[in-house]
């Protein structure tokens, strides 16, 4: 079974910076893309950001560009958000996510992404 456990949401002042990361457990990580969704209350889980199984491909949604960086390092069976210049807008609940069935292609459908996991809350003061 594979498990995703999100950490290093916070709370930050405009312009600062925080890292989330994800350690994935009952898997291996290098088999799998991984990705970065974010979702307000009462609204659907949006894509932030994902990365291909070797980290050769990164994509990122219009919004983060140029202020998010993700990474991985598949010996720790890590995934990384590395997140600067956050902004007010920025605030929600962030989960990591796997998707098992692509290794070299990145999808930005949530429900394409069958592991999840349970968040970490990001709140970004002005």
């Known amino acids: 079974q594979v498990q995703l456990v999100d950490s290093g949401g916070g709370l930050v002042q405009a312009g600062g910076s925080l890292r989330l990361s994800c350690a994935v457990s009952?898997?291996?990580?290098?088999?799998?893309?991984m990705g970065w969704f974010r979702q307000a209350p009462g609204k659907e889980r949006n894509f932030v950001a994902a990365?291909?199984?070797?980290?050769?491909?990164?994509r990122y949604t219009e919004s983060v560009k140029g202020r998010f960086t993700i990474s991985r390092d598949n010996a720790k069976n890590t995934v990384y958000l590395q997140m600067n210049n956050l902004q007010p807008e920025d605030t929600t609940v962030y989960y990591c996510?796997?998707?098992?069935?692509?290794?070299?292609?990145?999808?930005?459908?949530?429900?394409?992404?069958?592991?999840w996991g349970q968040g970490t809350q990001v709140t970004v003061s002005s």
């Open positions: 009952g898997g291996t990580l290098s088999r799998y893309t």
């Open positions: 996510a796997a998707d098992v069935a692509r290794r070299f292609v990145i999808a930005t459908a949530s429900s394409d992404y069958a592991y």
């Open positions: 990365i291909t199984w070797l980290g050769h491909s990164q």
